[in-house]
């Protein structure tokens, strides 16, 4: 069931590479920016106004990960 849910929750290769790229951007390590960008269910809209808000990249990325899911942070 687990493995069922991981491939629902993955990008496909192109979105996922896009995502990091933002992420980069936004000023998120490149581990965790790999990390965030093949997870749908992270918000990448609201991650970036964290971010412009002046939230620090890695709290922002643990504020809005699922609760069952650790980022490299």
């Given at each position: 069931m687990r493995h069922g849910l991981a491939?629902?929750?993955?990008?496909?290769?192109?979105?996922?590479?896009?995502?990091?790229?933002?992420?980069?951007?936004?000023?998120?390590?490149?581990?965790?920016?790999?990390?965030?960008?093949?997870?749908?269910?992270?918000?990448?809209h609201e991650l970036l106004e964290l971010i412009d808000r002046g939230c620090p990249p890695g709290l922002a990325v643990r504020i809005l990960?699922?609760?069952e899911e650790h980022p490299p942070c």
């Open positions: 491939r629902r929750c993955a990008q496909p290769d192109g979105v996922a590479e896009w995502r990091r790229r933002r992420l980069l951007a936004a000023g998120l390590a490149p581990d965790v920016a790999s990390w965030v960008a093949t997870r749908s269910r992270t918000d990448l990960a699922p609760l």
